[in-house]
C-alpha cells in the first residue's frame, strides 16, 4: 500500500515559479515510475510529466517542455516538480501517480494517486 501526498500548490502570476512536491509513505518511490498529471475545470486529466524508478530518465508533455522539471528525492521519499515560466493555461490541479510502468502516459496504468494540489496562474 501506498500513500501519496501533494503539496506545493497555490497562486503565482504568469511568468512565476512553483515546486510542486509528492511525498509517499508506506512504499519507497524508488521502487516505482512517478509521474504528474493535471486536470482544469472542464477538462480531462492529461500527463504531466514523469520519471522512472531511479530518476534517471523523464519524460514530458509538449506543453510544458523546457519549462517543467520532474525529479525524485530519496532521502525524502517525495517526487518534486519545479515549473518555471508559469503561463494562464497551466492552472488546474496537479496529481501524482506511481506505477510499475516507465514511459506510459496512460492514466489507467497508473494505479496509485494523491489528492491533488491547486495551481492557479494570474494573467
Known amino acids: 500500500q501506498v500513500q501519496l501526498v501533494e503539496s506545493g500548490g497555490g497562486l503565482v502570476q504568469a511568468g512565476g515559479s512553483l515546486n510542486l512536491s509528492c511525498v509517499a509513505s508506506?512504499?519507497?518511490?524508488?521502487?516505482?515510475?512517478t509521474a504528474w498529471f493535471r486536470q482544469a475545470p472542464g477538462k480531462e486529466r492529461e500527463f504531466v510529466a514523469s520519471?522512472?524508478?531511479?530518476?534517471?530518465?523523464?519524460s514530458y508533455a509538449d506543453s510544458v517542455k523546457g519549462r517543467f522539471a520532474i525529479s525524485k528525492d530519496f532521502a525524502e521519499n517525495s517526487a518534486t516538480l519545479q515549473m518555471n515560466s508559469l503561463k494562464p493555461e497551466d492552472k488546474a490541479v496537479y496529481y501524482c501517480?506511481?506505477?510499475?510502468?516507465?514511459?506510459?502516459?496512460?492514466?489507467?496504468?497508473?494505479?496509485?494517486w494523491g489528492q491533488g494540489t491547486q495551481v492557479t496562474v494570474s494573467s
Open positions: 501517480a506511481k506505477s510499475r510502468l516507465y514511459g506510459t502516459r496512460a492514466i489507467g496504468q497508473y494505479d496509485y
Open positions: 520519471t522512472n524508478w531511479n530518476g534517471a530518465s523523464t
Open positions: 508506506g512504499r519507497a518511490l524508488v521502487m516505482y515510475s
